[in-house]
């Protein structure tokens, strides 16, 4: 199986950017959409962002015009550009495929505090 690692996230004040990467063990990305999901403290982890394959993207109304996904396909890292961010982004932040058929990694933690 694929193994999935994300990385990038940190303590930003709100209003800042990060961005935030995952690299796959193995070529998935390029056979595959790619998602993004978060989990925030005390909820269930949630779709942030996903892609078809060489086609469009489509972003949750929470974080569209803040988030931006992309994808490095020759070196097995999807990345997620993270703009203005606010207090309610706070979450653990995961990749997955758009489907959800890798096991899920250790998630990165994004922290939003003044």
């Known amino acids: 199986q694929v193994q999935l690692v994300e990385s990038g996230g940190g303590l930003v004040q709100p209003g800042g950017s990060l961005r935030l990467s995952c690299a796959a063990s193995?070529?998935?990305?390029?056979?595959?959409?790619m998602g993004w999901y978060r989990q925030a403290p005390g909820k269930e982890r949630a779709w942030v962002e996903s892609?078809?394959?060489?086609?469009?993207?489509f972003y949750s109304y929470s974080v569209k015009g803040r988030f931006t996904f992309s994808r490095d396909n020759a070196k097995n890292t999807v990345y997620l550009q993270v703009y203005n961010l606010r207090l309610e982004d706070t979450a653990v932040y995961y990749c997955?495929?758009?489907?959800?058929?890798?096991?899920w990694g250790q998630g990165n933690q994004v922290t939003v505090s003044s």
């Open positions: 997955n495929t758009a489907q959800v058929t890798q096991p």
């Open positions: 892609d078809i394959r060489g086609g469009n993207t």
């Open positions: 193995g070529s998935i990305f390029s056979t595959n959409g």
